[in-house]
């Protein structure tokens, strides 16, 4: 047993002065290599200039010595990633010293996932194109491996043109399907494109629809949502709200309530939407419909008021006080009913909205409001949302409506007494 | 009789001997799982592209929820670091919760915040709360003035109020670096197994000022308490949660700085009022829910996020935390016993808490029965003193081996300690540890193991002193 205790002790011994001697050691030589880099930067910062207008044989020369010499190699390549340029000059330079030769190569052999994701993504930083093909053929053949997949997946958005997207369209559906890449990280590399390239995400959505790639085209749809909209892309969410799945049909109408007001469509299937079990695409329903629908129409949904979720009847009630005055009878009619969750919906609305400034100033018995907004203060004050001092410059009103809002806030307070 | 106690005494030798033969083999693994992770966390750090998130819709936005009871001392830095988060949306809600200093005042003062009325929706019962305060020019920033119901009952008012699927509970004494929200959100999104909870790395504030943070020039504290709590936090950190974490068998995310699904809390009951150690419990109750609820899920541990936080400096404060820590372990194993060698929940039911039960809650009561058992087995004649001080060299020597081994994962990773007199202060308090510091940690461990068996053991606050004061960012 000694002996056994004694062995222990010396082999833990020696593993203690070996870590020691390592982290010392590492950070000597982190140092030593950082700062030869620090400096090789600086040194190729001075050269940069030059070295974008060098000829075949000066930029063949400095690449045999960047190619020896991998702090160089490394230095001079950090120094091209902070002074990046589109332009094709730039790209040509690049190319000829040989960055995406190497990194094309390590894509192409047979190292760790990991060392294939760093070649990746110097890829993607160079923005090069012409690897597009080699990056989609590397993630099909390692189609489980999440950091690549990742790593892969930026590198395309970072290139950002019609092929790369072209590229993850293709993939996207066998990494989701795996499980190598999130919704999340999926929607936010598409979300590079979405701006310039609508037509090719709807296609791709379309696509995806008729192959039955439900999880693609959610992810699709996720990053049309929030596109600027186009007739196409209206035309496109108002057919695919047929569909029975409730992620779509939310997506889709997110899309929607994205349209700017001056362009109409038509609002039939979304008003159907208002009666969908789910309550995520009720709400999103009422926000498409929030500034579209005029007070007579949206009155023949006071029933969402009394909705079972929260949010549908807060949606709903914010839809209403934002026809404000013209809305004040629907809202007083709320008010005086019993039902507190719908009185208190439209109580939180008055506030979100801002409408409650305004009503203030219909508490003068010259307004035509004057009765509703009254009742509609004294709820407010009831249920404890009127704090005059602190939310409300009251001087800002005329003197009669300073008077007759004091006088109905202290008779309130005076029967509480 | 001597014969009962010769027997005792063999019996004690073996128990120890096996039972520290398990514990330095669970530690050599972490170890080792530890090491490898964070060289592949190391490779990875040079390809992630955080830039592309921080601007990006797709990140989903999150409440950061401060409880805060009696920090007029530290408050201030605490909710102008959360508010400087680079990241795309967020709100801060801070819950004063009943504070008799000027905690309010000093936030109502240098916010200007303005009193308002809100409807308080008490998804999760709390105690009353009496309004709410925001400013005109920081929208995204609300505080919640309530009746005094412990953090617990702080964490749940903040969520009830918060407006977004993700919060972030952040300590009032701690401060956030300012990528600490992204990079913890990027962990989780990029998962392709839904996160429900995450938690970040944390480090010892003391000794430092706030503005050395952001420019990754750190001091070390020039006092002893702090200097050992800095070692014993990385350890903590740096191989006992990633080691876990790579096993899937997350257990312990810091209440300084952990990220949740806020439906998943809401679902699982919230935060619990009757425990110790609310944030540990909660990680029980949400295993617990997701594995009845058979879906895929994962409570993860982010190592890039970092959060800073002031540790005590007195024994006093230092004594009353750790007893809570232990207490708080012991109270949420009780709670959940049905969990433990339940193959339901896998690493956590299998490996994570039996090993907290009968590993690392018993190591404080061994030691004890150690400075008993060797006198008595000396005064029997069944000690060997060369044996003796061979065992002892072993397990201070582990020690030393296992605190400088984080030492290097430490240089290995984020390197916040970057001066060569930190590297040797650093190393000479992994072995300062092992002669006083250590013995009076299984003491306080002892005492929380009797208050938690014979009196009753509630929550309380810790009163920060906000030594680390620090210059104000401009805003």
């Known amino acids: 047993m000694q002996k056994i205790l004694i062995f222990l002790v010396a082999i833990v011994t020696i593993s203690i002065v070996g870590i020691i001697v390592t982290t010392f050691l590492r950070r000597w030589l982190h140092e030593k290599r950082f700062s030869r880099l620090d400096r090789l930067k600086v040194e190729y910062e001075e050269r940069l200039e030059q070295i974008l207008k060098s000829d075949d044989d000066e930029i063949s020369s400095l690449r045999q010595e960047i190619e020896a010499d991998p702090l160089r190699f490394e230095a001079l390549e950090e120094i091209l990633f902070s002074n990046f340029s589109d332009d094709p000059y730039f790209l040509d330079t690049v190319e000829r010293l040989g960055y995406i030769q190497k990194y094309q190569s390590i894509i192409s052999s047979n190292t760790t996932a990991q060392t294939k994701a760093f070649a990746a993504d110097r890829i993607g930083r160079f923005r090069d194109n012409g690897s597009i093909g080699l990056l989609e053929q590397c993630v099909a053949n390692s189609i489980k491996n999440t950091d690549l997949v990742n790593a892969v997946f930026k590198a395309l958005a970072l290139i950002d043109t019609d092929d790369a997207l072209k590229a993850i369209i293709t993939l996207l559906p066998d990494v989701l399907q795996h499980r190598s890449i999130s919704q999340k990280n999926a929607g936010m590399v598409l979300s590079t494109f979405s701006s310039t390239h609508l037509e090719l995400l709807l296609e791709a959505c379309g696509k995806y629809q008729k192959m039955q790639e439900k999880e693609a085209q959610l992810v699709m749809l996720g990053v049309i949502s929030r596109c600027d909209s186009t007739s196409q892309s209206i035309q496109f969410c108002l057919d695919i709200l ?89 809202m007083v009619q709320i008010i005086k009913g ?52 602190n939310n409300v410059d009251i001087s800002s009103y005329p003197e009669l409506t300073q008077k007759t809002i004091m006088e109905l806030l202290t008779e309130k307070e005076s029967k509480n007494a | 009789m001597h014969n009962f106690l010769l027997l005792c005494v063999l019996f004690f030798n073996a128990g120890v001997g096996i039972y520290y033969g398990l514990l330095n083999g669970v530690y050599s693994i972490l170890l080792s799982i530890a090491l490898i992770s964070v060289i592949r966390q190391t490779k990875k750090s ?7 998130w921080l601007h990006s819709n797709e990140i989903p936005p999150v409440s950061i929820i401060i409880p805060a009871y009696n920090e007029e ?160 936090y990385l350890r903590s950190f740096l191989f006992g949660r990633i080691g876990w974490n790579a096993m899937n068998g997350s257990m312990i995310l810091s209440g300084a700085f952990s990220l949740f699904l806020k439906d998943a809390v809401i679902r699982s009951g919230g935060y619990s009022r009757d425990q110790v150690s609310e944030d540990l419990e909660i990680v029980f109750k949400l295993q617990k829910l997701y594995t009845h609820e058979n879906k895929p899920y994962k409570i993860s541990y982010a190592l890039d996020a970092i959060c800073w936080t002031e540790v005590p400096e007195s024994l006093h404060e230092l004594g009353h935390q750790r007893r809570r820590w232990q207490a708080g372990l012991f109270q949420a194993c009780w709670k959940h016993k049905s969990m433990i060698f339940n193959p339901r929940y896998k690493t ?95 003491w306080w461990r002892i005492q929380a193991m009797y208050k938690f068996l014979f009196t009753s053991y509630k929550w309380e606050y810790v009163h920060k002193l906000g030594k680390s004061e620090i210059k104000s960012l401009k805003k």
Request: charged share 20%; aromatic share 12%.
């Open chain 1, 242 to 330: 047929q569909s029975e799945d409730a992620e779509v049909c939310v997506r889709s109408l997110r899309h929607l309530s994205n349209v700017s007001i001056e362009n109409s469509f038509d609002l039939s299937t979304v008003i159907e939407m208002l009666n969908h079990p789910k309550w995520f695409v009720r709400v999103q329903a009422i926000r498409v419909l929030k500034h579209r629908l005029g007070i007579y129409e949206a009155s023949k949904y006071l029933f969402l008021l009394k909705d079972s979720a929260w949010q549908v009847r807060r949606n709903f009630a914010e839809m209403l006080v934002s026809h404000k005055t013209n809305a004040l009878d629907s």
């Open chain 2, 73 to 232: 001392n530290v408050i201030l830095r605490t909710v102008e670091t959360a508010l400087n988060q680079e990241y795309s949306a967020f709100e801060v809600i801070v819950v004063n919760d009943g504070s008799t200093d000027s905690t309010l005042q000093k936030l109502i003062d240098t916010y200007q915040l303005q009193k308002t009325n809100l409807l308080y929706r008490d998804i999760l019962k709390t105690q009353e709360v009496h309004s709410f305060y925001y400013s005109k020019d920081i929208p995204n920033f609300l505080v919640l003035d309530k009746e005094q119901g412990g953090k617990a009952d702080a964490l749940n008012a903040g969520i009830n109020s918060s407006h977004y699927p993700y919060f972030c509970s952040v300590d009032s004494d701690s401060i956030l670096d300012p990528k600490a929200l992204l990079k913890m959100m990027i962990h989780v999104i990029e998962n392709p197994i839904p996160i429900i909870a995450c938690g970040g790395d944390i480090r010892v504030l003391n000794g430092m000022n706030h503005p050395e943070i952001n420019t990754n020039l750190p001091e070390l504290p020039d006092k002893m308490l702090p200097m050992f709590q800095i070692v014993e």
């Open chain 1, 338 to 389: 019993d039902d507190n969750y719908a009185k208190e919906a439209i109580a939180e609305a008055i506030q979100m909205e801002g409408f409650f400034t305004e009503l203030l100033s219909y508490i003068t018995p010259e307004s035509v409001y004057y009765h509703s907004a009254k009742i509609i203060l004294i709820y407010l004050n009831e249920i404890g949302l009127v704090d005059l001092e």
């Open chain 2, 46 to 52: 040079k390809y992630i592209e955080d830039q592309l």
């Open chain 2, 348 to 442: 956590v039911g299998l490996f994570v808490i039996p090993y907290f039960v009968l590993l690392e809650a018993p190591g404080a009561f061994i030691e004890l029965l150690g400075f008993i058992v060797m006198p008595l087995a000396y005064w029997l004649g069944l000690l060997s003193v060369e044996y003796f001080t061979l065992f002892i060299l072993f397990a201070i020597f582990y020690g030393v081996f296992l605190s400088s081994a984080t030492i290097l994962l430490e240089e290995m990773t984020i390197k916040r300690y970057p001066s060569w007199r930190h590297l040797i202060r650093l190393l000479s308090y992994g072995v300062l540890e092992h002669f006083g510091y250590r013995q009076l940690n299984a």
